[in-house]
C-alpha cells in the first residue's frame, strides 16, 4: 500500500451532503513526475525517501489513494466576471484534509483529476503549462510571504488533452488552508436552506475563526469582519509585490485568507495601476489597481449570503452589514499606507506620508519604471543612479523623502532593513515564467526549477538571481496571460 505519512483527518464530509459529492480520481495512463516539493513535504510530515518515482506518481496521479483518503468533490457557485452560476470542482478532487505534525489541518487537492458530477461540459483535465504556472506562482507567493495555497506536486498523465491543440495532460497536488470560498457561502444561500447556510459557517468559523468571538458576538457579523481583515491584508499584500490575480471572481476567493487559484495571473514589470495581462479581461474588471475594490465587492456577496444568520429580519441585517462593508474603504487604505511606508522605509506617521507615496508613483508611472526594481533601488544606501534618476522631478521627490527619512525616530540602517524586507529583489516576472514552462513543455523542467529557487529567497539578491532581475526587453515583454486550462 502506498504510504508517504499522510495523516487523513477529514471533517468537510460532516458538512450536510449537499457541499459535497464522494468521488475518486480517474486512472491516468501513464504517470510520470515532473515536480516534488521537498520542503513542503517535510513541514507537512510527509517521508518520500523510500518510495520510487513510480509510486509517488502513481499517488500524485490519483492512480494510487493514499491509506485514509476519501475523495469528494466540493460544491460551490461563484460570480465569474459580475455573472452568477453555479459551480463545483469540475476537475478537482480533495483526497482528504491532513494533520501535519504540528497539528495544523491541511486540505490536499488533486487539481485536473478527471470529471466529476460538477464538470458541466468539462473534461475534467488539466494541461502541464498551467499547472506548472499555479506551481511556480504559488510558491513564488508563499516565499515572498503572502498568504497562498501550496504546491505539492506535478505529475504529467501520459495523455493529451484537447484545448485549442491537443497538449499534455497534468495534475497538480493543491495545499490549503480549506477550499472554503466566498462561492461556498453563494452556493449554500442559493439552495434557500438556512440550515446549510448555518452548517457552513459554523464549519468556516471553528476552522478558521476559532477566536471569532474577539470580533463580535454574532457568528457571521464576527466571520464577515474577519474575513474582511483578512483580504484587505492579502490585496494589500498583492500590491506590494505587483501581483495581479486576473479572476478575482467570488469562487476564487477564500475564506482562509489565502491566494487560489492561478490562471492569468502575473506580476507586473513596469508600473502602471490599469496593468490587466489576462486575454479574458478585456474590461480591465481584474486589474491590479482595481484589486482591493474587486474584493470589497466579493465580500459584499458574503455579506448578503450571510444576513438572514445576523439578525431575523433583512433590514435590522442589512443596518448591521451595510455600515460594516462601508468601512472596507478605510480599513484597506489604512493597511495600504502603511505598507507603502515600509517600502520606503518611513517610521511612524507624517501628514504628508501619502503625497510622498503617490508622487513617487505617478512618477514611476510617467516613466514607466519598473515597480520592482525601483523600490530595490531606493533600498541601497546611495541615491540610485539610473539617467532616470537624475531628472529634476525625480530629484525633488528624493530630496523630500530624504528629509521625511531623517525625521525618523530610527537610524537609516533600520529603513534600509524595512526596505529590504518589504520590497523584493526577484518576483516571477512573466517573461522569465513563459520562459521556463516552454522549456518544462519541452521536456526540459531545468529552467522551472532553477526559477523556484531563486524565489525561495526573493528579499535577497545573489549573483545567481541577477537574470531574474532585469525587466523584460522590448522583444521579450509579456502582454497577454492566457488561462488555457
Ligand atoms: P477555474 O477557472 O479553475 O477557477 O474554474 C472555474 C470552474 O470551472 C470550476 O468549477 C472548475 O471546476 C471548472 N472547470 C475548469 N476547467 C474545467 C475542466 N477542464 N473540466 C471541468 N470543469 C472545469
Ligand atoms: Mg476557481
Known amino acids: 500500500m502506498a504510504d508517504i505519512g499522510f495523516h487523513f483527518d477529514t471533517t468537510y464530509t460532516g458538512l450536510p451532503e449537499a457541499f459535497f459529492t464522494r468521488v475518486g480520481p480517474v486512472s491516468?495512463?501513464?504517470?510520470?513526475?515532473?515536480?516534488?516539493?521537498?520542503?513542503?513535504?517535510?513541514?507537512?510530515?510527509?517521508?518520500?525517501?523510500?518510495?520510487?518515482?513510480?509510486?509517488?506518481?502513481?499517488?500524485?496521479?490519483?492512480?494510487?489513494?493514499?491509506?485514509?483518503?476519501?475523495?469528494?468533490?466540493?460544491?460551490?457557485?461563484?460570480?465569474?466576471?459580475?455573472?452568477f452560476t453555479m459551480l463545483g470542482d469540475g476537475r478537482a478532487v480533495l483526497l482528504g484534509e491532513h494533520l501535519a505534525p504540528d497539528g495544523s489541518r491541511h486540505d490536499i487537492q488533486l487539481k485536473g483529476s478527471g470529471r466529476t458530477p460538477y464538470s458541466r461540459g468539462g473534461d475534467g483535465r488539466a494541461v502541464l503549462g498551467p499547472m506548472l504556472r499555479?506551481?511556480?506562482?504559488?510558491?513564488?507567493?508563499?516565499?515572498?510571504g503572502i498568504?497562498?495555497?501550496?504546491?505539492?506536486?506535478?505529475?504529467?498523465?501520459?495523455?493529451?488533452?484537447?484545448?485549442?491543440?491537443?497538449?499534455?495532460?497534468?495534475?497538480?497536488?493543491?495545499?490549503?488552508?480549506?477550499?472554503?470560498?466566498?462561492?461556498?457561502?453563494e452556493y449554500a444561500a442559493a439552495k434557500r436552506d438556512p440550515a446549510l447556510l448555518q452548517a457552513?459557517?459554523?464549519?468556516?468559523?471553528?476552522?478558521?475563526?476559532?477566536?471569532?468571538q474577539d470580533a463580535h458576538d454574532n457568528k457571521a457579523v464576527a466571520v464577515l469582519t474577519q474575513a474582511m481583515d483578512r483580504q484587505a491584508d492579502l490585496i494589500v499584500h498583492w500590491?506590494?509585490?505587483?501581483?495581479?490575480?486576473?479572476?478575482?471572481?467570488?469562487?476564487?476567493?477564500?475564506?482562509s485568507g489565502e491566494s487560489i487559484d492561478f490562471g492569468p495571473c502575473a506580476f507586473m514589470d513596469a508600473y502602471d495601476p490599469a496593468t490587466v495581462f489576462s486575454s479574458i479581461d478585456q474590461q480591465g474588471r481584474y486589474a491590479y489597481g482595481n484589486q482591493p475594490w474587486i474584493a470589497q465587492w466579493n465580500l459584499a456577496r458574503l455579506?448578503?449570503?450571510?444576513?438572514?444568520?445576523?439578525?431575523?429580519?433583512?433590514?435590522?441585517?442589512?443596518?448591521?452589514?451595510?455600515?460594516?462593508?462601508?468601512?472596507?474603504?478605510?480599513l484597506y487604505h489604512g493597511k495600504w499606507l502603511a505598507m507603502m511606508r515600509a517600502k520606503l522605509g518611513l517610521f511612524g506617521e507624517q501628514a504628508d506620508?501619502?503625497?510622498?507615496?503617490?508622487?513617487?508613483?505617478?512618477?514611476?508611472?510617467?516613466?514607466?519604471?519598473?515597480?520592482?526594481?525601483?523600490?530595490?533601488?531606493?533600498?541601497?544606501?546611495?541615491?540610485?543612479?539610473?539617467?532616470?534618476?537624475?531628472?529634476?522631478?525625480?530629484?525633488?521627490?528624493y530630496t523630500r523623502w530624504q528629509a521625511r527619512l531623517a525625521q525618523n525616530s530610527k537610524p537609516l540602517k533600520s529603513s534600509l532593513c524595512l526596505m529590504r524586507n518589504s520590497n523584493p529583489a526577484v518576483i516571477p516576472r512573466n517573461h522569465k515564467v513563459e520562459e521556463a514552462l516552454a522549456a518544462a513543455e519541452g521536456g526540459d523542467v531545468t529552467r522551472v526549477e532553477d526559477l523556484l529557487r531563486a524565489l525561495e529567497n526573493p528579499y535577497k539578491e545573489t549573483g545567481r538571481d541577477a537574470a531574474y532581475r532585469s525587466p523584460p526587453a522590448a522583444g521579450e515583454r509579456v502582454h497577454q496571460t492566457f488561462c488555457g486550462t
Not at 469528494?72 to 461563484?78: S, V
Not at 448578503?304 to 462593508?325: G, H, K, T, W
Open 200 to 212: 457552513l459557517l459554523d464549519y468556516t468559523a471553528e476552522r478558521h475563526y476559532p477566536s471569532w
Open 239 to 255: 500590491l506590494r509585490v505587483g501581483f495581479i490575480h486576473g479572476v478575482m471572481n467570488t469562487d476564487n476567493m477564500t475564506l
Open 134 to 144: 499555479e506551481y511556480i506562482i504559488s510558491e513564488a507567493l508563499h516565499g515572498l
Open 28 to 83: 491516468v495512463p501513464a504517470p510520470e513526475m515532473v515536480l516534488f516539493n521537498g520542503p513542503l513535504a517535510e513541514q507537512l510530515g510527509l517521508d518520500a525517501s523510500q518510495s520510487s518515482q513510480a509510486a509517488l506518481a502513481a499517488i500524485f496521479a490519483g492512480n494510487q489513494l493514499p491509506d485514509g483518503a476519501d475523495p469528494l468533490a466540493m460544491a460551490y457557485a461563484g460570480h465569474q466576471f459580475g455573472h
Open 147 to 185: 498568504p497562498s495555497t501550496r504546491s505539492l506536486a506535478v505529475v504529467k498523465t501520459g495523455e493529451r488533452v484537447a484545448r485549442e491543440a491537443p497538449l499534455p495532460g497534468a495534475i497538480l497536488t493543491r495545499v490549503a488552508g480549506s477550499h472554503i470560498r466566498v462561492g461556498t457561502f
Open 303 to 330: 455579506a448578503e449570503c450571510l444576513l438572514p444568520l445576523m439578525a431575523s429580519d433583512v433590514d435590522a441585517a442589512v443596518a448591521i452589514a451595510e455600515p460594516l462593508l462601508k468601512g472596507f474603504p478605510a
Open 353 to 397: 506620508d501619502e503625497q510622498l507615496v503617490t508622487d513617487l508613483l505617478e512618477w514611476m508611472h510617467a516613466n514607466q519604471a519598473d515597480f520592482t526594481n525601483t523600490f530595490r533601488e531606493l533600498s541601497q544606501e546611495n541615491r540610485p543612479d539610473g539617467e532616470r534618476y537624475q531628472q529634476d522631478d525625480f530629484s525633488a521627490w
